[in-house]
T-cell receptor
């Protein structure tokens, strides 16, 4: 597709369940970011992938969060044993190069009941 | 660590009026990005500023970077309903790929 695609757009889950969020970046973009945006807050960095390099996971809030990027393209963010405080919009962005213009997906809105 | 403070947090403006949003950094700004977000959508890149005193315009939106003040301002002239949304500033952070983000300014345009 022409832009960054994220799915699902909305996810409602029960506390304790696992969820997977998917990001399909723009073809050819080597850099991929995951951010979390809570209501009224700025963007919270979660994880960064660049090509085949080891990802920067320094922003993951707990070991319940993990992400992978297969074949340098599609990325999946997994949240295990979800908690209510995990409720937020999870945004994925890709760029052609580090620190360049970021292209964002429309986000996955997660609600944990 | 570097922080970005945006002001105001929210703004209600009569259609047709001008407005300014500010982004102030706790440290020297080397690269400053402005993005716009509409409800339920992702962020859309507006402009990037790198040099002190730099000014860029896109349609009715003008952004300036004042390095001395460690501040950038976003000015909208003759606001329209299409300008409504959340404006976020981001700055080059501790690494060459990680941006520091402001909390955003919510702009509402009254018809």
């Amino acid at each position: 597709g022409a832009g960054v695609s994220q799915s699902p757009s909305n996810k409602v889950t029960e506390k304790g369940k696992d969820v997977e969020l998917r990001c399909d970046p723009i073809s050819g973009h080597t850099a991929l970011y995951w951010y979390r945006q809570s209501l009224g807050q700025g963007l919270e960095f979660l994880i960064y992938f660049q090509g085949n390099s080891a990802p920067d996971k320094s922003g993951l809030p707990s070991d319940r969060f993990s992400a992978e990027r297969t074949g340098g393209s599609v990325s999946t963010l997994t949240i295990q044993r979800t908690q209510q405080e995990d409720s937020a919009v999870y945004l994925c962005a890709s760029s052609l190069r580090p620190a360049g213009e970021l292209f964002f997906g429309e986000g996955s809105r997660l609600t944990v009941l | 660590s570097q922080e970005l403070e945006q002001s105001p947090q929210s703004l209600i403006v009569q259609e047709g009026k001008n407005l300014t949003i500010n982004c102030t950094s706790s440290k020297t700004l080397y690269g400053l990005y402005w993005y716009k977000q509409k409800y339920g959508e992702g962020l859309i890149f507006l402009m990037m500023l790198q040099k002190g005193g730099e000014e860029k315009s896109h349609e009715k939106i003008t952004a300036k970077l004042d390095e001395k003040k460690q501040q950038s301002s976003l000015h909208i002239t003759a606001s329209q309903p299409s300008h409504a949304g959340i404006y976020l500033c981001g700055a080059d952070g501790r690494s060459n790929y990680q941006l520091i983000w402001g909390a955003g300014t919510k702009l509402i345009i009254k018809p």
